[in-house]
């Protein structure tokens, strides 16, 4: 069953809720889990690899570099939050939506 937990307790403002899907074939946007965006990285979650591809992802994502993109909070879980400098949450969230593989 999808969880809310992960976006549950995340201000608006605060950034974009994640749920984070390590050692994948290809780093991709899957679409939701609960209110969460699931994202899937193809890097392991090994030595902040993983927390590195999901920063690296959304901030190229957003046409920005990667030190736009900012971790929040669940540097060692599967649910995280980041942020983009420059943008809402709301407009964050819409930017990776669009990046959604159609399954």
């Known amino acids: 069953m999808k969880s809310d937990r992960a ?3 995340v201000p608006e403002e ?3 809720a994640l749920r984070v899907v390590p050692n994948a074939k290809k780093t991709e ?7 969460a965006i699931k994202l899937k990285v193809a890097s392991p979650a090994l ?3 993983a927390n590195a ?5 959304v901030a190229h994502a957003a046409g920005k570099s ?3 993109a900012e971790l929040i909070s ?3 879980a599967r649910d995280k939050v980041v942020r983009v400098h420059g943008f809402s949450a709301s407009e964050l969230r819409s930017i990776l939506l669009a990046q959604a593989t159609l399954r």
């Open 53 to 57: 591809a999901v920063l690296a992802f």
């Open 7 to 9: 976006a549950s307790s």
């Open 66 to 68: 990667g030190n736009s």
């Open 14 to 16: 605060s950034g974009v």
């Open 47 to 49: 030595e902040g690899k």
């Open 29 to 35: 946007v899957v679409g939701l889990y609960g209110t």
């Open 74 to 76: 669940g540097e060692k």
